[in-house]
DNA sequence: GCATCATATGCCGATATCGGAATGCGTCAA
DNA sequence: TTGACGCATTCCGATATCGGCATATGATGC
């Protein structure tokens, strides 16, 4: 027997771990140096908990380190997993600049059909 | 009361698209110029109402647009909407670049600290 | 030890997601 | 008109996801 399977665990794909958007937020907090989960919780207006759930995700596909600092965890960022992103998408950069011309004649044909309801 | 919410929805955005693989293997063979949805579905070994699903979400974002040709109907790329994208992770490059020497002396601090266990 | 602060984890409910299968709808040709 | 083709939509079941809340774990200091 055949079982139905779902999304592909979002721990096991930076494409995936940087779709939410609070995790995103994260990541450019991080730019700006290490930080404890408490500090980003706040800054970023959720939970502390919210703030672990989203970084363990970040810290099983590698986007974070995290790193004991006494009675706190700091957590830095490690921005290695994001260049394969940066480069699969780099990968369209000559359509979305050679084929402006495609795309007004189809925004013309767009402008026409309507006129024409 | 306060009904919890779930994660983004797909549709409302790029990053959660392109988080699905077919979806990206898709947009990769689109690069190549229209095609037909059965075309589409044969070619990545998936289901025709699959190829139409994905197809779907990849249009509600803007990544795909589509054109009646007969019978068929022709699925071409957009590719503009992965430029936000492609600028976001852009701006995590000197990141992956500058901090080897940081991961290094992260990499030393592990070792010391596994020696004085 | 005990209290306290910082963080992680577990459980829950609501919803989103994905694949499969069946079916609906539009278009073309005979 | 009827059939065949191409594609979209719908329903379904299993699972993943996310937020909130409570609680466990861990480290520090007294």
């Given at each position: 027997m055949m079982l139905p399977m779902a999304r592909a665990?979002?721990?096991?794909d930076v494409f995936n771990a940087i779709a939410e958007p609070q995790r995103r937020e994260i990541l450019l907090l991080l730019r700006a140096g290490e930080r404890p989960v408490t500090e980003l919780a706040q800054e970023l207006g959720m939970t502390q908990p919210g703030a672990s759930k989203h970084l363990r995700v970040l810290r099983e596909v590698g986007l974070v380190r995290d790193r004991k600092a006494g009675k706190q965890r700091l957590y830095g960022l490690d921005?290695?997993?994001?260049r394969p992103v940066h480069e699969w998408t780099g990968g369209f950069e000559r359509f979305w600049n050679e084929s402006f011309d495609r795309l007004d004649a189809y925004v013309q044909d767009l402008k026409q059909a309507r006129q024409e309801e």
């Open positions: 665990a979002t721990t096991s921005a290695r997993g994001l």
